[in-house]
């Protein structure tokens, strides 16, 4: 390690080394798998390259200041789109589509 940091010079910072290596998202205990467009893949691995964090390190760093911008408790629209104003079919709904296609279903097989 001295040999590394004689070749470093001024250069060599063992609290910003540590850091890249460890930080406070090291500990995890979930898992997300998330398909992303391949140009997003590669401004976030961009990113990461000019912060010094593995593309992983990077998503949870951006997932994490996005959270943190939103107030806590703070009221959000419902992820509705064109059906917010639809009302939400009840049970009854469901089972008369069910039968109604089941019938038709076996309208056919006879």
Same mark, same amino acid.
């Given at each position: 390690?001295?040999?590394?940091?004689?070749?470093?010079?001024?250069?060599?910072?063992?609290?910003?080394?540590?850091?890249?290596?460890?930080?406070?998202?090291?500990?995890?205990?979930a898992t $997300?798998?998330?398909? @992303?467009? %391949? =140009? +997003?893949? *590669?401004?976030? &691995?961009?990113? /990461?390259?000019?912060?010094? #964090?593995? $593309?992983?390190?990077? @998503?949870? %760093? =951006? +997932?994490? *200041?996005?959270? &943190?911008?939103? /107030?806590?408790?703070?009221? #959000?629209?419902?992820?509705?789109?064109?059906?917010?104003?639809?009302?939400?079919?009840?049970?009854?709904?469901?089972?008369?589509?069910?039968?109604?296609?089941?019938?038709?279903?076996?309208?056919?097989?006879?």
């Open positions: 390690m001295a040999d590394l940091a004689a070749q470093m010079g001024a250069r060599f910072d063992v609290d910003r080394v540590i850091k890249m290596f460890q930080n406070e998202y090291m500990p995890k205990d $997300i798998t998330v398909r @992303v467009p %391949q =140009e +997003l893949k *590669r401004r976030l &691995a961009r990113r /990461a390259k000019l912060e010094h #964090r593995s $593309i992983s390190a990077q @998503v949870l %760093q =951006e +997932l994490e *200041r996005a959270v &943190a911008q939103e /107030a806590p408790g703070q009221a #959000r629209e419902p992820a509705l789109g064109l059906f917010a104003a639809a009302r939400l079919p009840s049970e009854e709904d469901f089972r008369e589509v069910r039968s109604a296609l089941w019938g038709r279903l076996g309208a056919r097989g006879e």
